[in-house]
C-alpha cells in the first residue's frame, strides 16, 4: 500500500523529475535514461513504490500501471496484450490536456487481428481495405478486438474483464480508428513507409503485418510484428506531444509502471525496446516522449546478454534534488532499492501510535526486521494489538521471543513474506550459504561442498547480502540461518560450515567472523588483542565490526553471555578489556538481542572509555562511539511506572 511506503521519497522524485514538466534547461526533462529498474527481492517495497508513483502522477501525466504476474495464462499474444494495455491507459483523458490518441498502433492491432487465413490476395486486400475505408460494423470490430482487449484488462491492476470494461474499452479502440483513421491519412502513410518495397502500398503493409504474425521472433533480420506494433505506438506518442491540441502545456514526458517485469512477457520487452525498428535507430530513445520504469526481482536485466548489458545498464542511486542521470542514447538505469533505516521506520510506528519512545519501538522493528519493508510492516501489524503498552513502558519486547511464541508462526510469516518465490531447488543450497559473509565467500563453499546447482552462476535473489562487506544482515539470511542452526543431519550444520568459511577467509575480519560465529571467543578476544597495538584505531575498529557482526546460533542469542568474568577482565590488564568488548559488540549487534539493553550499553560505553585511555585519550573514532551508546542507554532508561500501569492500567 502507498499509505506503507516509507524511506522511497528520493525515488519517487527521481522519475518525477523525469516525468513532470520542468522547465527546457532542467536535466530532467529530456536526455535522462528513458528505462528505470527497481530492483529488490521479494517483499522489498517494489509494488508500493510503483502504486505510489500511479497516485502521483494521475491527473498530471499520462500513464499506464500495469502488472505483468497478472496476465491471464490463456493469453494468446502476450506482448500483444501488453502493448494494447498501455495504450489504452496512456488514451485516458488526463486533464487538463485531453487525451492522446493511437492511429497508428491500432491499425495495426486490427490488422494482425483480421482472419486472413483464408482466400487469396484479393480477398486480403479486400478485407485490409474496408480498414481503411470504411468499417464493417461496431459488431465486427468488437469482435475482432475483445480477446486482445480482454488479456489486456488483466494486466491493469483493479480492473475486472466484466463485459461493460470490456464494452468501454472497445469503443475507445473505435473512436481512435474509425473516426480519426477515415479523416486522417498520417496513419496510412507511415504504415506504407514500412514495406517501401511494396510500393508504398499501406494495404500490402497490413497484409505483410498480419503476415509475419506466423513467424514471430524469426531471427532473420525482418521487422517482427511486435517490433512494428511498438515503433508504432512510440511514433504515435511522439506525433501526439509534437502536433497535439495541447502539445506546448504536455508534462516532459508521460510514463509506464510494469511491475513484476521478470515473467517472460516482460524480459521480450526488455529486448524488443531495443531491437524495435526506428528510423534513427534501434530501441526506445531519450527524446521519445517516454518513461519506462519497472520492478524486478534481480532477473530482467540479468537476462540480457552481457556485452548488452555492460554497454546500456548503469546503476543510480539518487540524491536530494536529483534527476535521472542524462547516459546517452539506449541507456537504461538500475536502482536497487535499499533496505529501510530506523528513521524510516518511526513514520510506520507512529502511524499506529505515537508517543515519545516510539522511536525505541522503531529501532526494534529495524533491529529485527533488517530494514526488509515487507517484513517491518507484518512486524508493526503483528505487534498492533499491544503497540501503545510497549511504547509506553520501553524495552519490554523480546525479538527471540517474538519469533519463537506461538509455535513459531510469525518466523513462518517473515518467511513466506521475505521467501517468496524463491526456487524451491534453491532452497536447501541457500539456507546453507546464509552463514557467508558475501556472494565471494559463499560460492568458495558452493565449490567446497562440490555439489551441482541449478541456475549456476546466479544462485543467489537480489538483496540477499545488503552490502559487500557481509556487516548488515537481510530478513532472508537471517530467517535462512535460523533454519541452518536447526539442521540435524547432514555435513553442513552451523559448525561445520562456520568452521569451514573460516579456513577458507583470506581476510582477518572474515576469519574472526566465522571463528565468532562458531563459538570460539577465546581465540577471536586474543587475536583482536595482538592486533590492538598494530592497527590505527579506526582500521581496528572496523576489524572489532567485521568479527562482531558474526550470527548468533538462533534460540542461543547469548551463546557466550555476558557475565561477572567480564567485568573482571575490564579489570585485569592493559588490553584485557578487549575481550567484554567483543562479547558485548557481540551480544548487541545480534538481531534478536532485547534485554538488559540499558545495562548493556553502560557497559559498552565502559569498555570504550578503556580503549579511549589505551590511546592516550585522542581517538574521535572511539569518543563517537562512546557518544552513540551513551544516547542509546539513556533512550531506553524506562520511565517510574506503577503495577497498575505495567499491567496495562490507565
Request: aromatic share 4%; with cysteine.
Amino acid at each position: 500500500m502507498a499509505s506503507d511506503l516509507v524511506g522511497r521519497s528520493l525515488d519517487v522524485s527521481l522519475v518525477h523529475r523525469a516525468v513532470l514538466r520542468v522547465p527546457d534547461t532542467d536535466p530532467g526533462r529530456r536526455g535522462a535514461a528513458p528505462v528505470v529498474v527497481f530492483e529488490a527481492g521479494p517483499g522489498g517495497g517494489k509494488t508500493a513504490l510503483l502504486s505510489a508513483l500511479a497516485e502521483s502522477v494521475a491527473g498530471r501525466a499520462p500513464h499506464s500501471y500495469l502488472d505483468l504476474d497478472q496476465l491471464r495464462p490463456s493469453a494468446r499474444h502476450p506482448l500483444r496484450a501488453l502493448l494494447v494495455a498501455v495504450a489504452l491507459q496512456l488514451a485516458r483523458p488526463c486533464q487538463p490536456y485531453g487525451a492522446l490518441s493511437f492511429p497508428r498502433f491500432f491499425l495495426g492491432i486490427l490488422a494482425i487481428e483480421l482472419d486472413l487465413s483464408a482466400g487469396g490476395e484479393t480477398e486480403h486486400r479486400s478485407a485490409v481495405q474496408s480498414l481503411l475505408r470504411r468499417w464493417r460494423g461496431q459488431a465486427t470490430i468488437k469482435e475482432v478486438v475483445a480477446g486482445v482487449i480482454t488479456d489486456a484488462v488483466s494486466l491493469i491492476p483493479g480492473l475486472a474483464p466484466a463485459p461493460q470494461t470490456i464494452g468501454a474499452l472497445t469503443g475507445v479502440v473505435i473512436d481512435t480508428v474509425a473516426n480519426r483513421v477515415r479523416r486522417d491519412t498520417a496513419a496510412h502513410e507511415w504504415w506504407a513507409r514500412q514495406h517501401p518495397a511494396h510500393g508504398a502500398d499501406p494495404v500490402a503493409a497490413l497484409i505483410e503485418l498480419n503476415h509475419s504474425t506466423q513467424g514471430e521472433g524469426r531471427p532473420n533480420g525482418a521487422l517482427t510484428a511486435h517490433a512494428t506494433l511498438l515503433t508504432a505506438l512510440l511514433d504515435d506518442l511522439a506525433d501526439g506531444y509534437r502536433n497535439g491540441r495541447y502539445a506546448d502545456e504536455r508534462t516532459a514526458n508521460c510514463v509506464v509502471l510494469l511491475d513484476n517485469a521478470d515473467t517472460a512477457v516482460g524480459v521480450q520487452l526488455l529486448h524488443d525496446t531495443f531491437a524495435a525498428a526506428r528510423p534513427d535507430g534501434p530501441g526506445l530513445h531519450t527524446d521519445d516522449p517516454l518513461v519506462l520504469v519497472t520492478t524486478s526481482r534481480g532477473g530482467l536485466l540479468d537476462r540480457l546478454p552481457k556485452p548488452v548489458r555492460h554497454a546500456t545498464v548503469t546503476d543510480v542511486q539518487p540524491v536530494a534534488g536529483g534527476a535521472l542521470p542524462t547516459l546517452g542514447r539506449r541507456r537504461w538505469a538500475r536502482r536497487t532499492l535499499d533496505p529501510l533505516t530506523e528513521a524510516d521506520i518511526v513514520p510506520l510506528v507512529t502511524s499506529v501510535a505515537a508517543g515519545p519512545d516510539a522511536v525505541n519501538l522503531a529501532q526494534l522493528l529495524h533491529q529485527l526486521g533488517c530494514g526488509h519493508p515487507g517484513a517491518t510492516v507484518l512486524l508493526r501489524d503483528y505487534l498492533r494489538p499491544a503497540m501503545r503498552d510497549h511504547i509506553r513502558h520501553g524495552a519490554i519486547i523480546e525479538p527471540e521471543d517474538l519469533l519463537t511464541d506461538d509455535g513459531g508462526a510469525l518466523e513462518a510469516a517473515l518467511a513466506a513474506s521475505a521467501g517468496q518465490e524463491i526456487d524451491p531447488d534453491l532452497r536447501e543450497l541457500l539456507v546453507t550459504c546464509s552463514a557467508a559473509r558475501n556472494r565471494k565467500a559463499a560460492e568458495a563453499l558452493l565449490r567446497a561442498m562440490e555439489i551441482p546447482y541449478p541456475n549456476r552462476g546466479a544462485p543467489f535473489p537480489v538483496g540477499w547480502w545488503a552490502a559487500a562487506d557481509g556487516l548488515e544482515v537481510t530478513m532472508p539470511r537471517l530467517l535462512a540461518q535460523r533454519e541452518l542452526a536447526r539442521r540435524t543431519t547432514g555435513p553442513w550444520n552451523w559448525l561445520p560450515v562456520h568452521r569451514a568459511l573460516a579456513l577458507a577467509e583470506d581476510d582477518l575480519g572474515g576469519r574472526l567472523h566465522h571463528l565468532l560465529a562458531a563459538e570460539q571467543t577465546d581465540a577471536v578476544a586474543t587475536a583482536l588483542t595482538e592486533q590492538l597495538p598494530l592497527l590505527p584505531a579506526p582500521q581496528w575498529l572496523r576489524l572489532l565490526d567485521a568479527a562482531t557482526s558474526a550470527p548468533h546460533r538462533p534460540g542461543r542469542p547469548l551463546a557466550v553471555p555476558y557475565s561477572a568474568a567480564d567485568e573482571q577482565d575490564a579489570e585485569d590488564g592493559p588490553t584485557a578489556f578487549v575481550r567484554a568488548l567483543a562479547r558485548l559488540e557481540w551480544t548487541v549487534r545480534g538481531p534478536t538481542f532485547g534485554s538488559e539493553r540499558t545495562g548493556l550499553y553502560r557497559r559498552l560505553v565502559g569498555a570504550y572509555w578503556r580503549l579511549l585511555e589505551h590511546h592516550q585519550h585522542d581517538c574521535p573514532a572511539v569518543s563517537d562511539r562512546i557518544e552513540h551508546y551513551q544516547h542509546l542507554a539513556t533512550r531506553w532508561r524506562r520511565a517510574p511506572t506503577t503495577d497498575r500501569r505495567l499491567e496495562g492500567g490507565r
